[in-house]
């Protein structure tokens, strides 16, 4: 048998660093303790116990066995203490036992110590699992934190851009404003600089006429930084009454412009043109190839989608008048109004008169001056009507604009009955 050589602190502190079971063998003078001995010097018991305890032995009379009995109680002498890492004894052997009996002794404890270590392996890995599996959720809950601050963020750039968009807005309402101001101290100078009578009276319109002018430059400065802005807004408008709104750079071409509108609506309204409300402007296959800045879309405009329902791709429509929300309305209704159309022309109209229209030789062109004659009279009459009963205000812009407007809806629809009676 291999004892240590040493004191029990030194032992305890072996047997930790070798994971060992720490053994304390005390022994006295009396032949039993003798017996005990020759126990633990057999070979057998030797081999038993080589490599997993640290042995060592204790004087009943020695000063370390009066301490070691203060904290683990010597009942009998001899006795041999197994003790775990925890301090916890694992078997005590008090008397003399035979070689056999010691062998299993501590095989025993050798289980049991193996239990242990197993155990508190198990417990180790136990509180390295719930300390992952929190590190995990702190992880967790920190990058949603993350996430909500981003989005957070996001939120208020969009709500800062919607401000500066908003603040831009007003100070080109200011600047018109201030430009009206201008030109009507303008005129006011140059009214009272022309009807003056004495020295005194051209020198205050003089004045008052240079800071008109300062006044006007200054507004002209604005208008021109303003013109000279690299964002174009534009605001797409539509059919349905929805919108949405996309900064372009001002050189950017309209091809651009629909091009982000094409995939913002996908297919939902087939083929479209671009279109301006005021002034009044359907875009050309020609447009798309030049600057929003050189079409006047910056640095802000509204575009309506038009979808096309057989009028040309072409058509360019201007007007100086603003129509306000009926050209809206005309422009939205157009593909309703032209398939109401064509289905009264062949439910609505009268049967054709036996012999008016024969068959034509080669060359032959159809006859189309009965649906002009007809439609004739009746957009007279209609013109005498409303010219006897409109006051004296009915020749503002916006009204003249809607009576036109009726008319020519109304010329359509002439024409359009008497093609439609002809070809039936």
Known sequence: MIWFEGSIPAAIISAKQQSSIFVVVITGDDEVSGQMMSSWEDDRVAEASYNCCVAIKVDSKSETCTQFSQIYPVVCIPSSFFIGENGIPLEVVAGSVSAEELMKRINKVKQVWLT???????????????????????????????????????????????????????AEEKAARERVKAQIALDRADRAARYANNKDEVE????????????????????????????????????????????????????????????????RYGNFSLATVFPRREFTADDLDKTLLALELAPSASIVLLPQTGRPSNMVVQSTSGGGIWAVLGTILYPLLAVWRFLSGFLF??????????PRGPGQRPNTASGSSSGEPKRETLRKRTLEKQPADFKQDGKIHRLRNHEDSEDENNTWNGNSTQQM
Request: glycine residues 6%; aromatic residues 4%.
């Open 116 to 170: 242990k270590k197993l155990e508190e392996r198990r417990e180790q890995k136990k509180k390295g699992e719930e300390e992952g599996e929190i590190k995990k959720e702190m992880e967790r809950r920190k990058m949603g934190k993350e996430m909500l601050d981003f989005k957070r963020k996001n939120e208020d750039e969009k709500t800062k851009r919607i401000m500066d968009e908003r603040n831009r807005d007003k």
């Open 204 to 267: 205050a319109a003089r004045l008052a006429a240079l800071q008109a002018r300062q006044a006007e430059t200054e507004a002209k400065k604005e208008n021109a930084q303003r013109e000279r802005s690299a964002i174009a807004r534009i605001q797409f408008r539509l059919p349905d009454g929805s919108f949405f709104t996309n900064q372009f750079p001002s050189e950017a071409r309209l091809q651009e412009a629909r091009q982000f509108a094409v995939n913002e609506v996908g297919n």
């Open 349 to 358: 109209t009268s049967p054709p008169i036996p012999g008016a229209a024969g």
